[in-house]
T-cell receptor, first 116, second 114 residues
Framework: AQKITQTQPGMFVQEKEAVTLDCTYD???????LFWYKQPSSGEMIFLIYQGSYDQQNATEGRYSLNFQKARKSANLVISASQLGDSAMYFCAMREGRAGYSTLTFGKGTMLLVSP | SAVISQKPSRDICQRGTSLTIQCQVDSQVTMMFWYRQQPGQSLTLIATANQGSEATYESGFVIDKFPISRPNLTFSTLTVSNMSPEDSSIYLCSVADRPNSPLHFGNGTRLTVT
């Protein structure tokens, strides 16, 4: 089974509107972290936001927030007030376990297009 | 967070040749990771590189094809050997500069094999 599932291959949103990108995950480890990255057409991977499995509050970073629903194993990214520069590929990723330097498993990504 | 410089940023290579990708970090890091992103796909981990020890390869990746060096705490190289068109991908170096921190990525090397 896939550890990270992103069911939306592509999403369209108008400038200044909010958009939610879906991510569900699968793990039996009680300790894990969830990450969102943005990849513009230039190819670099930009870290956006992090949610730990024991965090009580949903993470927020500027216009990005993470809607963490632990029982449903979902970690959706919400982008408020979309901008043209938000057009990019977005990846959800997970780190399992408490090991400090364990790697990340990535989902297949969602392409977001923001129109004027 | 760590600043990662990756070279070359892109290259076009002939099949059967090899390319070495360099990853330089502006601070000492324990672990470095090499990922591959095939066209239109997600990121797949190739190997984890610790300084002073052999790299640990993921299933489907072997040292003869993707030899990795990690001579010190700020530098690593990945070689793509005996290339074929199937090796055309973006190769990304990443580091975690402290335990449980996000991975930070270099800008990637966009490789095309003809």
């Amino acid at each position: 089974a896939q550890k990270i599932t992103q069911t939306q291959p592509g999403m369209f949103v108008q400038e200044k509107e909010a958009v939610t990108l879906d991510c569900t995950y699968d793990t039996s480890d009680p300790s894990y972290g969830l990450f969102w990255y943005k990849q513009p057409s230039s190819g670099e991977m930009i870290f956006l936001i992090y949610q730990g499995s024991y965090d009580q509050q949903n993470a927020t970073e500027g216009r990005y927030s993470l809607n963490f629903q632990k029982a449903r194993k979902s970690a959706n990214l919400v982008i408020s007030a979309s901008q043209l520069g938000d057009s990019a590929m977005y990846f959800c990723a997970m780190r399992e376990g408490r090991a400090g330097y364990s790697t990340l498993t990535f989902g297949k990504g969602t392409m977001l297009l923001v129109s004027p | 967070s760590a600043v990662i410089s990756q070279k070359p940023s892109r290259d076009i290579c002939q099949r059967g040749t090899s390319l070495t990708i360099q990853c330089q970090v502006d601070s000492q890091v324990t672990m470095m990771f090499w990922y591959r992103q095939q066209p239109g796909q997600s990121l797949t981990l190739i190997a984890t590189a610790n300084q002073g020890s052999e790299a640990t390869y993921e299933s489907g990746f072997v040292i003869d094809k993707f030899p990795i060096s990690r001579p010190n705490l700020t530098f690593s190289t990945l070689t793509v050997s005996n290339m074929s068109p199937e090796d055309s991908s973006i190769y990304l170096c990443s580091v975690a500069d402290r335990p449980n921190s996000p991975l930070h990525f270099g800008n990637g090397t966009r490789l095309t094999v003809t």
